[in-house]
């Protein structure tokens, strides 16, 4: 028990320090001028919030390396979709090659490809979809999360089926309670409300994994 929380405590300090570092892609990619959200401070305590917890339930394991990349990489993505409804291609792809890359290695470590098997194809099956709701909104899903669903089903399809959908499941229902919270809601041009859907599946993700473990 001892040495799960000197885990825990490594990784959030761990998670502080890159959380500085990546809180410049944040002002980086952001297009507006946003003191808090731009801020070193906030990438660092969100950053090492996740990460602490993933250290926590997830443990020493070639997973946490993997969930911690994507993790880093999330914050400032779940950010500017927060602040600008976007998210950048310069930021995704990188994250999910990442994704990709790690569990490439674990899967060669451990001589086993079957998880990795499932996550390609979890990869495919959420991206498909976001991509079908996305013509079939006329907009409504973004080119941002497509991508965004492929990385979701990559990471929780390397757990099993069940995970993918516990996660968008997930996602579907913390974008209703975005929508629900008064002061949230925003309106496009045509006067529909919009949803900064990416932040909702990133922590639909990271519920997942936390839960899983």
Known sequence: MTSSWWWTAGSAA???????????????????????????WLGAVLTAAVLGLLGWRVGVGGELAVYGFVAVLAVPLAVIDWCE????????WPQLAGALVGFAVLCWARHDP???????????????????????????????????????????????????????LAASMLALAVVAVPGTRRRDDNGATVVPFGPCLLAGALLVVLVGG
């Open 114 to 168: 079957a998880p990795g098997i499932r996550a390609l194809a979890a990869l495919a099956a959420a991206g498909v979809l976001f991509l079908v709701l996305a013509v079939a909104s006329g907009g409504g899903v973004g080119a941002g999360d497509v991508s965004a669903a492929g990385v979701v089903g990559l990471v929780t399809g390397w757990s099993g089926w069940p995970q993918v959908a516990g996660a968008l």
């Open 14 to 40: 761990a998670g502080l320090v890159l959380g500085a570092a990546a809180s410049a892609l944040t002002r980086r990619f952001l297009r507006g001028e946003r003191a808090l959200a731009g801020s070193w």
């Open 85 to 92: 409804h976007r998210l950048p291609r310069a930021l995704i």
